[in-house]
């Protein structure tokens, strides 16, 4: 489009190096290229929207823009530059705009209208070829933005849900994802199990050797309950120094079994410290089996009745929930 009296010299230049018209001699388009207007807009507009139509694509000469997904996201999807375009699927599909197109800098842009734009097909085909790569490249900036804000969001949830002292999940997962499992296990007919874990003397393992030492004893339990669960069971940490375990298919005697193998494994696992000093580590357990038409508080609570008998009894030991009627 050199030398042509169309446009200015730094129009042409973008033009000529815009991707939208690569492989076409601009020279010679000037007949088809003269009803396009050019525009201008302030920096700060919303240029388009998925809230109004658009028939027109937009190539922008001078300035910055930025599609986004929504209009006040600080994310953006793609930054326009010169020799830039937006609007074209809204061309291909005659639907609103899918994105957001943001003007960040004070700008100019040439304007070309949907029919003026198949016209300009029919004599330089390659234009088709250019708009669906632009269109492709543009997707897989839309799928890598999605990508990135899934993993983000399965970030957030992860903290959200996640103990950062031990790991475990924490209460705000167990009080969403218990009930599922205890729903599921309701009305497929599945015994469900429940066990209630409290720290035997976590206070005076604190009073005696600090904090740190007793975030210690929460990781190292935090561990042994992992290793000597079954990949069924679903372990949280309820909060303070107790720990919850649902065992879906689990009838209490086999629930109690599995509790008494804990228990008897973490009283064999002291805990190292320094100067070759451990601390011998116990815990209460109570089980509950659940009775038809319970809900999850009816559940928590026949667990910590039977976690307090074992409490009340001296502790190290396990007690299962036994129905007063």
Avoid at 62 to 73: C, D, I, L, Y
Wanted: hydrophobic letters at 40%; charged letters at 20%.
């Amino acid at each position: 489009m050199s030398g042509s009296l169309l446009f200015s010299p730094s129009v042409n230049q973008v033009l000529g190096n815009s991707p939208l018209f690569s492989g076409v001699d601009l020279s010679s388009a000037v007949v088809d290229m003269q009803a396009w207007p050019i525009r201008d807009i302030p920096a700060g507009q919303i240029l388009l929207s998925p809230l109004r139509d658009n028939t027109e694509l937009l190539i922008l000469l001078e300035g910055e823009w930025v599609v986004t997904m929504t209009a006040n996201s600080s994310r953006p999807i793609a930054r326009i530059t010169p020799g830039g375009c937006v609007g074209e699927l809204s061309i291909l599909d005659s639907q609103r705009p899918s994105s957001h197109v943001m003007v960040t800098q004070d700008s100019r842009y040439l304007v070309i209208q949907r029919d003026a734009l198949w016209s300009f097909i029919t004599s330089y085909p390659v234009v088709a070829l250019n708009l669906l790569r632009v269109m492709a490249d543009r997707t897989r900036e839309k799928s890598a933005l999605l990508e990135s804000s899934l993993g983000l969001l399965h970030e957030y949830r992860m903290r959200a849900e996640t103990d950062t002292l031990t790991g475990l999940h924490n209460r705000n997962w167990l009080m969403e994802i218990f009930p599922q499992q205890l729903d599921l296990s309701l009305r497929i007919g599945h015994p469900v199990s429940l066990m209630l874990i409290d720290v035997d003397f976590f206070k005076k393992v604190n009073d005696t050797y600090g904090h740190t030492v007793g975030d210690q004893v929460l990781q190292h339990l935090a561990a042994i309950m992992q290793g000597n669960l079954r990949s069924t069971d679903l372990l949280a940490r309820y909060g303070g120094e107790e720990f919850a375990v649902m065992m879906p298919a689990t009838h209490v005697n086999k629930a109690r079994a599995s509790a008494e193998r804990l228990r008897r494994r973490i009283y064999e696992s002291p805990l190292p410290l320094a100067d070759n000093e451990a601390i011998t580590l116990s815990i209460s357990i109570g089980v509950a089996e659940c009775l038809p038409g319970w809900g999850l508080d009816d559940f928590l609570k026949a667990s910590d009745q039977a976690l307090y008998v074992a409490k009340n009894n001296g502790r190290n030991q396990v007690q299962c929930w036994k129905n007063p009627f």
